[in-house]
């Protein structure tokens, strides 16, 4: 037990400053009401589902949960269940295996709702396109109103997109 | 040249890793694959391949490892009727891999157990298989309901829980069935093919050297060693293709590296699944300090794209070397300290001895591999059984333990961490000087090549036929998810629900790597 308290002792806070939203990373126009904003905004609660990726862009969810990133400390909270969320957070082409689970998903989250793309694949189908086996990007199957690029996109990247869903546009 | 394990002849592959392919006749392959198994060589893969392109019918192929090498064998199936006998009573993790190369190829393996479909679910229907020639890749079908007959068990008390194929943490999809009396578990029933996106057929749409980023998105977390066996399977099948010395230096670093940074984020995991969240963010710490270093030293977080075929795309220099071996120094110290705190802590320990276990002789049969395999007492590891540059001259160490519970894999798991640290500061010590990247020589149609890479997780196997104009005719990977996912369902028989996590992470296994 010494040596566990030494060890966090000695480590300190590793937390860095959170990055600001990019609001480059929109792809629709803000949908929500600035009230609905202001409340998801310190408590947003996410729901992750991988609809077929190569398991990439998930070690850098994990990482945003890392005490360097430690996303929980903005209110934004991992749930396990849509039905918990206001937010989905898509990874991957959505393989056609996957499109009735994601639909379902979608329909599954409470209005109001936002989704965030993570990934080339997310965006745009990335190297795996469509196919017999892959409907392609996100958007194909549901609404997004995020897309974040990158193979994987870095930690911050995905807290920059998070952040620019539950940002107000006016 | 005689390939005397089984009394056939075998042509020597080029390429890094001894390697050796044989066509043999289906009325063969049962004599054969008995012969292979008493002399205990492991099944690393099987896949189908249609060549009626190449005025054959259709062929089964199968990687058996042997002491000396690897030995591909090719089976010639009729066109009318692609069909063999099974192999899945003589090793029976060809039971999924069988089924898998009917749902795609549409050959079929008679007397096997098994004839359910296995990575089909809605989106072809059967009887259409995307892996034949006149199949187009853009070729799409309504979505169909995915009826699939999970095994009924019956008792008092006995229920189901269905869980996935969307989990409640940030984790792949699959689905597990599990049949529970009480919280405990009887049985556990896999389903997967959920990722399954087209990733062999779309490989035969590109050139050997586009497949090579395309290989190191098979599964994110091992793409240094997807790269690498892609990399000597095209090297190979353009006729030995030799990369620069220092190019194998440094691809050893990297997969050494991904070794680190995967084995750190899961320890860290496993911490925390018994309620260590201090484990968690110290590991993650760690992780984190090695993904910035991967990045400001190879541009890339998780090393994407540095392997290619004929070596390296990037070198590294002295002073970024030597930041190298400072921060791994570092590293070192830091994991000691942690490993202690983990081996002291009566509750961590409390719940991962004897838990998820899987006995050597159960192993065996399954041919569980990879570190979970050197856990339940199986000691084979590519580096050490076939010791090719750059780890001839490192003398790898082979972790191992026998009893094969989550305790045995996360002490596996702490010993190859250190020795990896120690094989990539012998590896920047020694960086020959040279080149990082020679020109592939043109690749003749009909040519394979075979990559074989011990990645963090177990072996993985590429293997590759070039077709005409330097493109890909059919490119198989597999991952040693294959042979341990079956193995977590024995793994779990007698344990409580709520360890499943704790197992599964123990093991953590690929799903994009399987569904392909
Ligand atoms: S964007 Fe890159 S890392 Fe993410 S799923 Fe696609 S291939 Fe993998």
Sequence with gaps: MYQLLKQIAKTGIKTEEAPLADETLRVLQQRLQEGILKHLGRALAIRHVDAGSCNGCELEIHATNSPYYNLERLGIKFVASPRHADMLLVTGPVSRHMETALKRTYEATPDPKLVVAIGDCGCDGGIFGESYASCGRVANVIPVDVAVPGCPPTPLAIMQGILAAIKSQS | ?516
């Design chain 2, 1 to 516: 040249m005689a390939f005397e394990e089984l009394g056939i002849n075998a042509a020597p592959l080029p390429g890094a890793m001894p390697a050796f392919h044989a066509r043999i006749d289906a009325s063969e392959l049962h004599a054969m694959c008995e012969k292979a198994r008493s002399q205990k060589a492991r099944l690393v893969t099987l896949w189908g391949s249609d060549e009626t392109t190449r005025g054959g019918g259709y062929a089964l192929h199968l990687a058996l490892a042997f002491p000396s090498g690897l030995l591909w064998l090719s089976v010639p199936l009729d066109r009318g009727h692609p069909h063999y006998p099974g192999i899945a009573n003589i090793y029976p993790s060809a039971d999924r891999m069988q089924r898998a190369a009917y749902d795609l190829v549409g050959i079929h393996a008679q007397e096997n157990p098994d004839h359910r479909k296995w990575l089909r679910h809605g989106a072809w229907p059967g009887g259409v298989f995307p892996l034949r020639k006149d199949f187009d890749i853009a070729n799409c079908f309504p979505p169909a309901e995915d009826h699939y007959p999970f095994i009924k068990v019956e008792g008092e008390g006995v229920h189901e829980i269905p869980v996935g194929p969307v989990h409640a943490g940030t984790i792949e999809p699959g689905h597990f069935r599990f049949t529970v009396v009480g919280e405990k578990i009887l049985r556990l029933e896999e389903r997967f093919g959920y990722k399954h996106k087209g990733i062999e057929k779309r490989f035969e749409t590109m050139t050997l050297e586009e497949g090579a980023r395309l290989a190191g998105r098979i599964s994110g977390d091992s793409t240094v060693a997807y790269a690498w066996a892609y990399a000597m399977a095209v090297e190979g099948a353009t006729g030995g293709t030799e990369p620069p010395r220092r190019a194998l230096a440094l691809r050893g670093i990297l997969l050494e590296l991904e070794r680190v940074a995967n084995h750190l984020g899961d320890i860290g995991y496993l911490g925390n699944d018994v309620a260590l969240s201090f484990g968690f963010f110290q590991f993650w710490r760690l992780k984190e300090d090695l993904l910035r270093l991967n990045s400001q030293l190879f541009g890339h977080r998780y090393l994407m794209d540095m392997i290619v075929p004929g070596g390296v795309a990037r070198d590294l220099s002295k002073r970024e070397a030597d930041l190298l071996l400072d921060r791994l120094e570092k590293v070192r110290g830091e994991v000691a300290t942690l490993k202690s705190i983990y081996d002291e802590h009566a509750g961590a320990q409390d719940r991962f001895i004897m838990t998820g276990q899987v006995l050597p002789e159960l192993a065996e049969k399954m041919g569980l591999t990879g570190f979970a395999g050197r856990a339940s007492g199986i000691r084979h590891d590519l580096r050490v059984d076939y010791s090719i540059p750059p780890y001839q001259q490192l003398k790898v160490q082979l972790a191992s333990h026998t009893r094969g519970d989550v305790a045995a894999r996360v002490s596996v798991r702490f010993d190859e961490l250190a020795e990896s640290i120690r094989l990539i500061q012998a590896l920047v010590q020694q960086l020959p000087s040279g080149d990082i990247r020679v020109p592939l020589v043109d690749a003749v149609s009909g040519r394979c090549g075979v990559g074989w890479v011990e990645g963090w997780r177990g072996e993985i196997l590429i293997a590759l036929e070039a077709g005409e104009n330097h493109r890909i005719h059919r490119c198989h990977a597999h991952d040693p998810s294959w042979q341990n996912w079956p193995a977590l369902q024995h793994a779990v028989i007698g344990n409580i629900v709520p360890d499943f996590p704790l197992i599964n992470k123990s093991f953590n296994l690929s799903y994009s790597g399987h569904d392909l």
